[in-house]
């Protein structure tokens, strides 16, 4: 919004012609939701222990050590959707389509998560709306957004799918590639939710995975970069390291009140939000498969579940001590804080390899 406002002006004041980089525009978004997040948080917290009584509800079949949390408040995710949300706003060109389709998703996706988080309070279980209900509402949005990126994007890139390490290669999806977004989309907020299970984990993983896409955004966007890298160009899509740099800063305001021992969960509020956020810029930036590799911890703790469930039902045995594979580190005698930096360590790790396939083609 101060883009559209102050830089007309530029010609009239000529420090207004910051608000054309996306460099400055970002590193305000970062700050704005940083401090606004520090600033609403106490508030927000006392609002739900208020609301919440016995907060979050705590699994019955977990790990002794959680029983402890019992009266943390959950739907801190509130806290991060309003900061992003106002600090986006604020410094990005909100003429900008993709910025929109991010935020359709971003807040779409935190809704149904507040209806999950709510419908666990009231029947005091980690059980929430009906599963099936949950999954088609979570497609629809995702569907929803793919579609208006179909319409947004500059052809052939609304329909096909690039290839990292192949320069120039792009796979020709056709219809199906609005359910292969679709899927993506949904895919990545489910993979975060799983990944929300200990204090710090997610917030963290998903800062590191976001930052990546911010700058992946940032060089997709620019003409210049993604000729010299040979990526694919997406017009516009630079804007979205806008978001991205707000979704750190309200990421860290928010760590702040959830590092541990953990004073707010963020609850799939926030989970479900953020990964699905992410899944829409994956799939903008044309880095759909490179979302796998970044965001590899977020995989890791998926198949963790699935492996899990289909070891149970097809063999009657586990696999895991406990699913998802975090709470298993947690069984063998790792500490809570052990596993959230070594998770950390992971992510960084596979941040950094996803990241090279910007060079190696």
């Not at 883009?3 to 054309?20: G, I």
């Not at 949390?69 to 900008?96: A, Q, Y």
Request: aromatic letters at 14%; charged letters at 10%.
């Amino acid at each position: 919004m101060l883009y559209n406002l102050l830089f007309p002006l530029a010609k009239y004041f000529e420090p207004f012609n910051l608000f054309k980089y996306l460099t400055f525009r970002t590193g305000g978004a970062i700050l704005t939701a940083m401090l606004i997040s520090f600033w609403i948080g106490p508030m927000v917290i006392r609002w739900l222990k208020s609301k919440q009584g016995q907060g979050q509800p705590i699994r019955s079949d977990g790990p002794e050590t959680h029983k402890k949390k019992r009266g943390t408040p959950t739907m801190g995710g509130l806290m991060i959707i309003f900061s992003v949300t106002f600090s986006t706003l604020l410094w990005v060109d909100i003429s900008n389509p993709f910025m929109w389709i991010v935020l359709w998703v971003f807040l779409g996706y935190g809704f149904i998560g507040l209806w999950d988080d709510y419908a666990k309070l009231v029947k005091d279980s980690h059980k929430g709306i009906p599963g099936k209900l949950r999954l088609f509402l979570e497609g629809m949005i995702a569907l929803g957004a793919v579609l208006a990126f179909e319409a947004s994007a500059p052809s052939p890139l609304g329909h096909t799918l690039a290839v990292p390490f192949f320069k120039n290669v792009l796979v020709n999806l056709g219809w199906f590639y609005a359910v292969f977004g679709m899927l993506v989309v949904v895919g990545a907020a489910n993979a975060v939710n799983l990944t929300d299970g200990l204090d710090g984990l997610a917030i963290g993983a998903i800062m590191i995975a976001t930052a990546c896409f911010g700058f992946i955004a940032y060089l997709v966007g620019n003409k210049v970069f993604s000729a010299y890298l040979q990526i694919h160009n997406v017009p516009g899509a630079g804007e979205l390291s806008v978001f991205c740099g707000a979704l750190i800063g309200a990421g860290l305001g928010f760590l702040w009140y959830n590092a541990p021992p953990a004073q707010v969960f963020m609850g799939d509020t926030g989970s479900l939000a953020m990964g699905g956020a992410l899944g829409a810029i994956a799939v903008i930036t044309k880095h759909e498969i490179v979302l796998a590799i970044i965001g590899g911890l977020f995989v890791m703790e998926t198949l963790s579940v699935i492996i899990q469930v289909v070891s149970f039902k097809t063999r009657g045995k586990r696999v895991f001590k406990m699913a998802p594979i975090h709470h298993h580190f947690e069984q063998i005698g790792w500490a809570e804080t052990t596993v959230v930096v070594r998770f950390w360590i992971i992510a960084i790790i596979l941040a950094l390899l996803g990241l090279s396939t910007l060079k190696l083609r």
